[in-house]
């Protein structure tokens, strides 16, 4: 398989941190290809009109895009439900932690391109409002924090994982480990997986 991937986006460490879970990594041949929103790159529209990665160009040729979709798409490669229970409530908390922890990153990658903007061209509104959620998320994953340790790891965690090391590289300021120590907890417990090492995002 051909992975469209680079070093830092978060989504293809996600899509990574999946592979490596599944024993699959091996089998992922990576391909530095650049995306930024504002310059589309013709070499990842040839498999994804959107120009984003992570973009997955399975054995079979078929482009497989979104990071929601190439480790649902991984997970049945090894015969299915190992990053996600099958069906019922355990499934849909799953899920559910793994939309919290992509629309994490979401938000930070959205404020993230809005305060590099010159000063007179930021809106004060958005940025405001992308603290006040990442606030309000950051709270709620303090409280789901003994959760996640309890609950066997799967595409949840790991998207939250990401999310949470994201803020480590590009929000540092915002030390969001303060008042929520079970959440750094938790966080440090991700860190310490093979996946998450062999997968480390460096700064340079
Ligand atoms: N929802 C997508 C988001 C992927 C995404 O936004 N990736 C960024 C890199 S971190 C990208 O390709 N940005 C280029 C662009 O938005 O045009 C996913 O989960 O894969």
């Not at 070499?43 to 040729?61: F, Q, R």
């Not at 993230?112 to 809106?123: A, G, I, L, Y």
Request: aromatic share 8%; proline share 5%.
């Amino acid at each position: 398989m051909k992975l469209h991937w680079s070093p830092k986006s978060p989504y293809v460490r996600k899509v990574m941190i999946a592979a490596h879970e599944l024993g699959l990594d091996g089998r992922i041949e990576r391909v530095r290809s650049v995306a930024a929103m504002g310059v589309p790159n013709p070499a990842i529209m040839i498999d994804n009109p959107l120009s984003k990665i992570p973009t997955l160009v399975a054995e079979d040729g078929q482009a497989i895009f979104g990071s929601q979709t190439i480790c649902d798409y991984l997970d049945e490669l090894t015969g299915g439900g190992q990053l996600c229970p099958p069906n019922g409530s355990a499934r849909w908390t799953m899920l559910t932690w793994q939309s919290l922890g992509d629309g994490l990153l979401d938000i930070l990658i959205l404020w993230r391109n809005e305060r590099e903007k010159p000063s007179d061209k930021r809106t004060i509104e958005w940025l405001s409002a992308f603290e006040k959620k990442t606030t309000a998320t950051l709270d709620r994953l303090e409280e789901i924090a003994p959760t996640l340790s309890q609950t066997r790891y799967g595409i949840g965690q790991i998207a939250i994982g990401c999310a949470l090391s994201y803020l480590d590289f590009r929000f540092a300021d915002l030390q969001w480990r303060g008042g929520r120590p079970d959440l750094a907890g938790w966080h440090l417990s991700f860190s310490e997986r093979k996946s998450s090492i062999a997968t480390e995002v460096t700064d340079g």
